[in-house]
C-alpha cells in the first residue's frame, strides 16, 4: 500500500489578524488559501482570507506562511491541486476578538 501525498505547512501564528477567525460548532477557525508558489520559500504560499467587505474597506489580507509538497507527489502532470475554499455550516463571526482572547491557543 503506498502512501498518501501530504503537503507541510509552516505557519506564522503572530501574523493571523483574530479578528477574522470565527467560531464553529467544534473550535474556533481560521480561513486560509492555498496557492502554488514554487519560490525558495516553499511550493506553495499561504495568506489568511478575509471578508470582502474588510478587503474593499483597505485591509491586507497577511502572508501568513508556506507548504512543501511531500514525496511521492503524483499531481505534477495532472495538474489537479484544488484551490477552492468551502465554509461548512454552522459558523459564525467572533466580534471583537482582542489580543487577549485567553480562548485562543497561541
Known amino acids: 500500500m503506498s502512501k498518501a501525498p501530504v503537503i507541510k505547512l509552516k505557519i506564522d501564528v503572530s501574523k493571523i ?17 492555498l496557492w502554488r508558489n514554487d519560490s525558495e520559500y516553499g511550493d506553495f504560499s499561504i495568506q489568511q482570507q478575509i ?12 502572508y501568513i506562511g508556506n507548504a512543501d509538497k511531500g514525496n511521492p507527489w503524483p499531481y505534477e502532470s495532472k495538474g489537479n491541486i484544488d484551490n477552492s475554499v468551502s ?15 485567553d480562548d485562543v491557543p497561541f
Open 87 to 101: 465554509k461548512g455550516n454552522g459558523q459564525q463571526s467572533l466580534p471583537n476578538v482582542d489580543d487577549n482572547d
Open 17 to 33: 489578524l483574530k479578528e477574522y477567525l470565527f467560531k464553529g460548532k467544534k473550535g474556533i477557525y481560521l480561513d486560509a488559501v
Open 51 to 62: 471578508p470582502k467587505e474588510a478587503r474593499e474597506n483597505g485591509v491586507m489580507a497577511p
